[in-house]
């Protein structure tokens, strides 16, 4: 069966720069999760998506920007990257309108280092 | 205070051994409960679902007081498989809200 994909699965970046992070949610699953994964941390939430529109908003910094698209993949944008930066992060995705049940589908996650 | 807290452990039990978790919360909006497993540097799986009273799935056992506002996981005759961080995680089906515990280490050893 189809998991979630995330792209890429390992990215550097340098101070300052910017990255994109590309999710694509299981087929017709309509809400995507956005999570943040630093090292020996659990994952902290960033922002969340239903049917296209935001649908909750935890510690996504200014500079970080997501949305997601028409056919439901989800790009998280970070500019001014920081050394903090780096982390996992993971994406997530369920099926709100199939009948929610709380349950997460994550993605392998990509791994950001900011040097 | 976290809305959902775990002791982060390490556990280091012994091949064999049975082993139990806690977690907390609280919200007692709460609605749904889950134990996902988190291997080093991998996302987290989905392990078990906490609904009602609680439930079995092999080895494992998930049980819900929420009167006490807890979920325990229990392991039994755990395998050296089984090291892993476990995560509890708690839904707010209301806001469709999901809040991850920190996560418990556990290290089965020979």
């Known amino acids: 069966a189809a998991g979630v994909i995330q792209s890429p699965r390992h990215l550097i970046k340098e101070k300052r720069e910017t990255a994109t992070l590309k999710c694509y949610p299981i087929p017709r699953h309509d809400t995507v999760y956005w999570y943040q994964q630093g090292p020996g941390q659990d994952p902290q939430f960033l922002i969340s998506?239903?049917?296209?529109?935001?649908?909750d908003k935890g510690s996504i910094p200014d500079r970080f920007s997501a949305q997601q698209f028409s056919d439901y993949h989800s790009e998280l944008n970070m500019s001014s990257l920081e050394l903090g930066d780096s982390a996992l992060y993971f994406c997530?995705?369920?099926?709100?309108?199939?009948?929610?049940?709380?349950?997460?589908?994550f993605g392998e996650g990509s791994r950001l280092t900011v040097l | 205070r976290k809305e959902v807290e775990q002791d982060p452990g390490p556990f280091n039990v012994p091949e064999g051994a049975t082993v139990a978790f806690n977690c907390t919360y609280s919200n007692s909006a709460s609605q749904s409960f889950f134990w996902y497993r988190q291997d080093c540097r991998k996302e987290p799986k989905l392990l078990m679902s906490?609904?009602?009273s609680g439930n079995e799935d092999g080895r494992f056992t998930a049980q819900l007081n929420r009167a006490s506002q807890y979920i325990s996981l229990l392991i039994r005759d755990s395998k050296l498989s089984d090291s892993a961080t476990y995560l509890c995680v708690a839904w707010y089906s209301s806001a469709s809200k999901i809040i991850f515990g920190s996560g418990t280490r556990l290290s089965i050893r020979p």
């Open positions: 998506f239903y049917e296209k529109m935001q649908s």
């Open positions: 997530a995705s369920s099926s709100r309108t199939g009948g929610d049940t709380g349950e997460l589908f």
């Open positions: 906490v609904y009602s």
